[in-house]
């Protein structure tokens, strides 16, 4: 069973530009989160969803951000117009139920020059 | 507000000591999940343990094991003979009733040869 995917595993980006980053849950699972993490941080949370749906998106950037998880495909997190504040890791992690131990990928690394 | 806590930045040990990471976290919840999360230089999330809440039998595995104190809020993490390949950074985490989890900032553990 392949753990939970994400690519690119690094994207470079200039300013202004857009950012897409993939996320493949694990076989079975439903439930997708979406974390960032900057330089010597923890991870902080950004975006909860099921399929077509969003279920919490309190910890996502009013602009700029946006996430979805549709119904064939990867979920996808999008941040458009880049800026240098955005460089950070993006982890993905899925569950098969909203209160289950959450597994992660490896992460996106995205750098903005 | 639901916070966690690692007051140690940094930690070295030698190679086969134990070694104690500890953390606090702060919720008016009563039933939920606590984790340690390692995260090697590969940048993967990897779980360590999970503890609930509503156990008082303190989780273990192999060489790892945790003191969770719940009225203490507390909730620290023990590696017993460590090892070189237990050198990583260390996140305590916190999952909420809306299944976010809060991450601490971490403890980076150095396993000296």
């Known amino acids: 069973n392949a753990g939970v995917m994400q690519n690119p595993r690094h994207l470079v980006r200039r300013r202004g530009q857009e950012a897409r980053l993939r996320c493949s849950p694990m076989?079975?699972?439903?439930?997708v989160y979406w974390y960032r993490q900057l330089p010597e941080e923890g991870l902080k949370f950004m975006v909860y969803?099921?399929?077509?749906?969003?279920?919490?998106e309190s910890g996502m950037p009013k602009e700029r951000f946006s996430a979805e998880f549709p119904k064939e495909g990867p979920s996808i997190l999008r941040i458009q117009q880049v800026v240098r504040g955005d460089s950070a890791a993006y982890f993905c992690?899925?569950?098969?139920?909203?209160?289950?131990?959450?597994?992660f990928g490896p992460g996106t690394r995205l750098t903005v020059l | 507000a639901q916070t966690v806590t690692q007051s140690q930045p940094e930690m070295s040990v030698q190679e086969a000591e134990t070694v104690t990471l500890s953390c606090t976290y702060d919720?008016?919840?009563?039933?939920?999940?606590l984790f340690w999360y390692k995260q090697p230089p590969s940048r993967q999330m990897i779980l360590v343990i999970r503890?609930?809440?509503?156990?008082?039998q303190n989780a273990t595995e192999n060489r790892f094991s945790v003191n969770f104190q719940k009225a203490a809020k507390s909730f620290s993490l023990k590696i017993s003979d460590s090892q070189l390949g237990d050198t990583a950074m260390y996140f305590c985490?916190?999952?909420?009733?809306?299944?976010?989890?809060?991450f601490g900032k971490g403890t980076r553990l150095h396993i000296l040869p």
């Open positions: 992690a899925s569950s098969p139920f909203g209160t289950d131990t959450q597994y």
């Open positions: 076989k079975g699972h439903s439930h």
């Open positions: 969803l099921q399929k077509e749906n969003i279920i919490d």
């Open positions: 919720t008016s919840e009563n039933n939920y999940y």
């Open positions: 503890q609930e809440a509503y156990k008082q």
């Open positions: 985490a916190f999952e909420t009733r809306d299944d976010k989890i809060i």
